[in-house]
């Protein structure tokens, strides 16, 4: 009979109890994903992508950017989310007319009734919530736009000397119509940079408008049942955060994003010829954290390159400047990003033999 230290055998026993945490954990994601699906699903019909990629975003602490004409239900997804999520949702019609304050809050003078004192008083704006819809984010000016996306950066307010926190979880989801471009300032890559996501929503299919006209023209209203808490959001997050990545996933993230840029040596010629700026550091840790949560919500403690692939459009494809031979040719960003997706594995196979080789 072998003997085993006290002290090896009580690491053991808490190495053994904290793999169950995770495991539990794993679990817990798992569940709370299908079931979220399962109450979204009773209201938005179709749509599967936009609500994973959602769901994603969210689990990874970040914002999205979602693009599509009127009428596509994208507000009705995030009043949905809200409401099964028992959080705390606003949202802001951006015009050209909006103040930063109108978003942020301002200090308001008021008189003490008892002893007849003036005092500044912080007047919280719509920021000040769990999920915010920041409806048209391209119709204010920059000036507006980029209080937002300081908030959205910082997850804090600043009016005057005092800094506010905003509550958390606080998660932005950005709309703007791809079709009237009249009156709009389109926000710079600077700032689109600050969302993990450019999420695309499309026309539904025949069959799925056609269960969207007989849901919506009748008088039923779905029963949505809660499924997560704020505080149970905020647990989930910090799983996602201790998923391990392998060192070749972590190469292929790098070799992708770095791939997007057409100065860099190991830029495809299709890139060099199509894009004339390409995506920074933060898509690479975007492209990492997308995956965990999507390892996660399909039960598993590990990132494999199929999960970078996964989030590789929504993450890239507003990171990406196509040049003016690209769009006469019709090269679309995401067209770019299909043909390195192509590319890449080839070269990360021939990498990824090399560091087995050692």
Known sequence: MTFIPADEEQAADEEGAARERELA?????????????????????????????????????????????????KTLLVSTVSKILRLSYRRIQFTPDLMPSDITGTDVLQEDPESGRRLFQFMQGPIFTNILLADEINRTPPKTQAALLEA??????????????????????????????????PLPEAQLDRFMFNIIVRYPTSPEE????????????PQLNVTLTGKQILALQEVVRKVPVAEHVFVYARDLV????P??????KFVKDYVSWGAGPRAGQYLILGAKARALLEGRFHVTTDDIKAVAHPVLRHRLVTTFAAQSEGYTPDRVIDLLLEKIPIELNQRAEKLARG
């Not at 056609?210 to 209203?221: A, D, S």
């Open 152 to 185: 959205m950066q910082e997850r804090h307010v600043t009016v005057g000397s005092n800094t506010y926190r905003l509550p958390m979880p606080f998660f932005v989801l950005a709309t703007q119509n791809p079709i009237e471009q009249e009156g709009t300032y």
């Open 25 to 73: 954990a794993i679990r817990g994601l798992a569940n709370a994903y299908a079931r979220l699906r399962t109450e979204i699903g009773k209201v938005i019909i179709g749509q599967a992508e936009v609500v994973d990629q959602l769901l994603i975003a969210m689990f990874c602490r970040s914002h999205c950017l979602l693009m599509g004409v009127p009428g596509l239900a």
């Open 258 to 261: 770095r791939a997007t840029r």
């Open 210 to 221: 056609l269960r969207i006209l007989k849901q919506t023209t009748g008088g039923e209203e």
């Open 263 to 268: 100065k860099e040596p190991e830029a495809p």
